[in-house]
Each structure stands twice: as C-alpha cells, then as structure tokens.
C-alpha cells in the first residue's frame, strides 16, 4: 500500500519522510530544483511485535511497512503544469492514501510561499489542485473516447458517469462526495482520483505550539471535523530531536513536552488505519512478523500472504489473539486455558490475531 505526502514547499514534507522511512535525504533538495520523487518504506509501529519479540528473542523482527512517496512541493498551478506540476501529480495517481501537510511554525528563515501562515487557505490551494486536476483528467477521458474509432456500449457508459462526475468538480464537488451510485463508482474504478483518495491532515508546529496551542486552532480543528478530514498536529523539529536523543533521555524530553507517543509513531498507525489494514501476526524462534492484510480478509487468503502454498493447502488456523495471549504469557499457558482456538478458511483474521497455519500440498 501506498501513501504519498503532499503540500506546498517548505511546509516540512521531506523532514516528515525522513522521520517516517528513516531515510537521509537532504530536506532542502526540492528547493535547489530537484523535481524527482523520493521512494521508501516506512515501519508501523506496534507494541504487540515489541512484546513478542521479547518473548520468543527470536532472530529477527519485521514490523508491518508502507510505501511513502515524497514529491516536491506543489505550487499554485501545478494541476495546469505550472512548478513540477504533472510530474509531481504522475507521481502520487495511484497512491492509495494522501497525507497533507500544511504549516502552522513561523520561521524568518524559511519564506513561506504565500508570504504569510493560513492553515486553513493551505489545506483549500492544495484541494482546489487536486479537484482540478482530476477535472482535466476527465476531460481527456470524455475527449478520448469521443475521438476513438468506435465507441463501444462499455465506453458509453463510462462517458455518461464521467458528464456527471465532471458536474460535480465544477461545482467543486470531489469524486468522494458526488453524488454516485455505486455501480458507477465501479465504472470509475480503473481511473485513479486523487478526490476519491482518503486523506490525513498533518499540521506542522514548532515546539512551544506543541505545548501552548497556536493561533486559530479551533477553527482548524472545527474545519477539519466538518470536511471529515482526519488531522494530526505534530512538530517534525521536536521529532527530529527525539529521533536522535538516546533512550533514556528520550523519555525525559518526551515528558518535558508533555508527549506520551512519538507524533510520527502515532501518524504511522492512523495511515495504517485510514487504509482500512489490519495486521495479523506470526511466531517462533526464527522470526517475529506482522503481516499486512485488508480488513476483512478470511484465514485461507491471510495465510497466501505467507505463501501461496499454504493457501493453496490450507486446513485450518490456530488462532489466539494478542490480547489473550498477553494475559497467558506463553502458548503452554494459553494451550491449558483453551485459549488457543481452531479456526477453518472463511473465518475473518482480526487485528491483532496470532496465528499459526496447518497445511497440506
């Protein structure tokens, strides 16, 4: 799964990159006119591999991951090709979830490009970028099937969805809240909307913001709620800071700002969420691992995620939840309570789920 982080320049979106993939990349790049995207995996945080590694001390250790893209900031025109415009937008079509930064921190040396700090005027440019982005991708759309050879009845159907569609953006409506029936949603479902993308909010404050508050904040937070836009204030100075401080005195600077839990940690669990994904996970003395899966996904499917062969000969799945597991401490324990269950192929993995496969090939 895919997220890309999105925002106008000098909101801090590579620093935000670097935090969540541990990468090095030169956060003042994009200014110097670097238009290339930047690609790495970010871990998911989670306590529950924390504890069964501790348990098992097994060799190695995988944490859940997600794909970020990091393109360069995006400036007012970018949908017509103004900036790095196309290349930026080719970059994040078919990202799964967007991440919008915007910028509350004041800094005399890093212009903000509007000239002034508007969380709210930020949040709407980079909407109205998108929104008409995806109004001229369904112009060419309608364009190339009107000029095609032979329209078929499929390519009909799709030009009817797409006019209705093209209503809605005009009137600044996103494909997420035009009004569509579901089975022409599916007409869509081949073209990548970034209106029809989930999105995460993050604003971006200093330190005594953190703590403090900053100005406007309940509209911010009020704007957001109304929009239905999730939104995460985190200072990606203060993270920084964090990231390199030793264990110990990590602790300490956390409660000095009244943190309990890394913003970055905290924003890389809500991505994992708002991309309806769940983890189930798997022990033993070689290797702790989550494993990433869809919401809703049943035991047989979960298991080819592991190998296709263990899909392909599935029996059934030994199954206790974390929770559970916990409480017993070890799988004797959890084996002599009846913790321990049998489950079959169509019964739904749920987060958090500790599962050990029997199969036949």
């Known amino acids: 799964m895919k997220v890309g982080l999105v925002g106008l320049p000098t909101v801090g979106k590579t620093t935000f990159f670097n935090l969540l993939t541990n990468a090095k990349i030169e956060t003042s790049a994009f200014q110097s006119g670097k238009i290339n995207a930047n690609f790495s995996l970010a871990k998911v945080p989670d306590e529950r591999v924390d504890f069964l590694a501790e348990v098992f001390k097994p060799k190695k250790v995988t944490y859940a991951q997600i794909e970020v893209i990091d393109v360069p900031g995006l400036v007012i025109g970018a949908s017509e090709g103004k900036g790095s415009g196309n290349q930026f937008l080719s970059n994040i079509r078919q990202v799964d979830c967007l991440v919008h930064i915007v910028r509350a921190f004041s800094d005399e040396n890093v212009l903000h490009p509007e000239g002034t700090i508007n969380v709210i005027r930020d949040i709407e440019n980079i909407g109205t970028e998108l929104l008409l982005a995806d109004l001229q991708l369904v112009e060419t759309r309608i364009e190339r099937i009107n000029t095609g050879k032979k329209i078929t009845k499929e390519q009909m159907a799709e030009r009817e969805v797409l006019q209705k569609l093209r209503e809605s953006l005009e009137n600044e409506i996103g494909l997420g809240e035009a009004k569509l029936s579901e089975e022409e949603r599916k ?144 799988m004797v324990k959890a084996r002599e309570l009846g913790k321990l269950r049998l489950e079959g192929k169509e019964y739904i993995v749920q987060d958090g789920d500790i599962m050990n496969f029997r199969f036949n090939v």
Not at 222 to 230: D, G, H, Q, V
Not at 310 to 324: L, P, Q, S, T, W
């Open 187 to 330: 007409v869509l479902e081949h073209l990548d909307f970034f209106t029809g993308k989930p999105v995460i909010i993050v604003v971006n404050v200093d330190e005594d913001q953190l703590s403090e508050g900053y100005e406007d904040r309940n509209q911010i937070l009020n704007y957001c709620k109304e929009k239905t836009l999730s939104v995460f204030e985190v200072s990606a100075k203060a993270e920084v800071e964090i990231s390199e401080l030793e264990e110990q005195d990590r602790v300490e600077f956390m409660k000095e700002l009244n943190i309990k839990e890394s913003g970055i940690d905290l924003l890389a669990k809500a991505i994992y969420q708002r991309l309806n994904l769940i983890s189930f996970l798997t022990t033993g003395e070689d290797e702790v691992k989550a494993w990433t899966i869809k919401k809703g996904t049943n035991a047989k499917t979960a298991a080819g995620k592991i190998h296709s062969d263990i899909e392909r000969g599935f029996i059934r799945a030994e199954v206790i939840n974390f929770k559970d597991f916990k409480e017993c401490g070890t």
